[in-house]
């Protein structure tokens, strides 16, 4: 799945990395907590409320100079906008419900010596009850630990509560995962559990 994106281009990473640092110590943004000390895992983003929660997601993984990729409609990479959201490490999804996408994931981590996949559980910017389980099913078949990103609106923070190592019981595992988040308020509170 190698390729150049912002996180790994010469001469331009660096310069956004500052640029990223510099626009959330502005923006009067705090990060928290460290990511998984792996070459692969699976980052959960949540929660999902807004269109701003990419660029913050985005500057938060370049000052961790973390070279992720991260999975999104396809309608998104449509035209001339394609080219630009896959250098951003976008990863073109298309929901069939077959189950494809995750057993094609999975199949990129067992091919990579090093890969950082960012996912939204919700799956969209709207409150939804139930979170998409396709990272979970993507951590277990590759074997990777599910780091727990966050945003805080709230508190003006980001960044990792901590990684869980899924057990396979999905029903006990998403329990304690969805139990971190709580009190996390995105952008849009009323959408966030």
Known sequence: MYRHTLFNTPVVTPVFCAIAWLWLRLAGW?????????????????????????????????VYRLKIYWMGKESLFRGVLGPIMKWLGGIPVYFDGTGNTVLQIIDAYDNAEELVVVV????????????????????????VPIALGYLDFHKKQGGYLHSYFPTGDIDKDMTIIKAAYRGIKGKYADQSE
């Open 30 to 62: 705090k990060i928290k907590g460290k990511p998984p000390e792996r070459q692969k895992f699976i980052v959960i983003a949540y929660p999902h409320t807004s269109n701003w929660d990419v660029p913050f997601t985005l500057a938060i993984c370049m």
């Open 120 to 143: 939204a559980p919700e799956g969209n910017r709207s409150y939804v009850r139930q979170w998409k389980t396709g990272f979970y099913h993507i951590a277990v078949g590759a074997n």
